[in-house]
């Protein structure tokens, strides 16, 4: 891994478009946003300098220029799928999707924890970045939260509630306006007999929302609470809890 920043950075967006053609302008943009410099064209192909010579290192005995190929447009980034971290993630993550669609469950979760298992942290955390990465941060962190979602609905449709709170009081720390994790915990909660715990989890959500953003908690929210509180003997089904 490179030590320089912009050298990562160009690093990055190759191996987020691996295979796939990163122009010009598009690393331009990342690295200088508006402002590029009058050298931005000597200075980009210096780091591209500089990662082959890293690739020669590395890959021994296999053109650095086969692996980072220049093309007329821009440069992309040779790299076998199944080295990837992130297209492992994207397709047991796909699959896992399509399974819970299926009503497949446990085959869901499993897909999905195999996804998120492929994560050691936030995307990019030893990136800075600019515009374009930016938004690839955003892209992987919405996709991972759906996931991660998905998987726990998974799981509480089939009765791992107990099992789940602990996972789900951490995320709910983390994400203290993240609605879908305090309604899991909720229904876990309810579902392991504390239902006393499942209403201050709400009051702990409505608190943070009120507080912090002058919002209630969403509609869906607020009727699982009202179901809390009744006692609704429908939330002691096993269920999928939200369709995706």
């Known amino acids: 891994m490179p030590s320089a920043r912009k050298t990562k950075q ?62 007329l447009n821009g440069y992309v980034l040779h790299v076998p799928p199944d080295c ?25 979760a499993h897909s999905l924890r195999t996804a998120l298992g492929t ?16 938004s690839e941060v ?18 509480l449709a089939t009765g791992a509630h107990a099992t789940l709170i602990s996972e789900l009081t951490g995320l709910t720390s983390q994400h203290p306006m993240h609605e879908p994790f305090h309604r899991q915990l909720m229904l876990a909660l309810y ?22 953003l002058g919002l209630e908690p969403s509609r869906e929210v607020q009727m699982l609470h009202q179901s809390i509180l009744s006692a609704d003997p429908a939330l002691d089904h096993d269920q999928v809890l939200v369709p995706r």
């Not at 955003?138 to 799981?155: F, I, K, N, P, W």
């Open 191 to 212: 579902r392991a007999s504390r239902r006393p715990d499942a209403l201050s989890a709400f009051q702990r959500l409505r608190t943070t929302l009120v507080n912090e």
């Open 10 to 71: 160009v690093l990055a967006l190759l191996l987020l478009n691996a295979n796939h053609l990163v122009s010009v302008p598009t690393f331009i943009e990342e690295l200088w946003d508006d402002k590029p410099p009058a050298s931005a064209m000597t200075t980009l192909q210096t780091y591209v300098f500089q990662l082959r010579r890293m690739i020669a290192e590395a890959v021994p005995g296999v053109g650095p220029k086969e692996i980072l190929a220049t093309t």
């Open 84 to 108: 990837l971290d992130l297209n492992r993630y994207e397709q047991a993550r796909t699959l896992g999707l399509r399974q819970y669609a299926a009503g497949r469950l446990h085959e869901a």
């Open 119 to 134: 994560w050691s942290g936030p995307a990019l955390a030893d990136v800075k970045t600019g515009r374009r990465l930016d």
């Open 138 to 155: 955003v892209r992987l962190h919405e996709s991972r939260l759906t996931a991660y979602e998905t998987c726990l609905d998974a799981e």
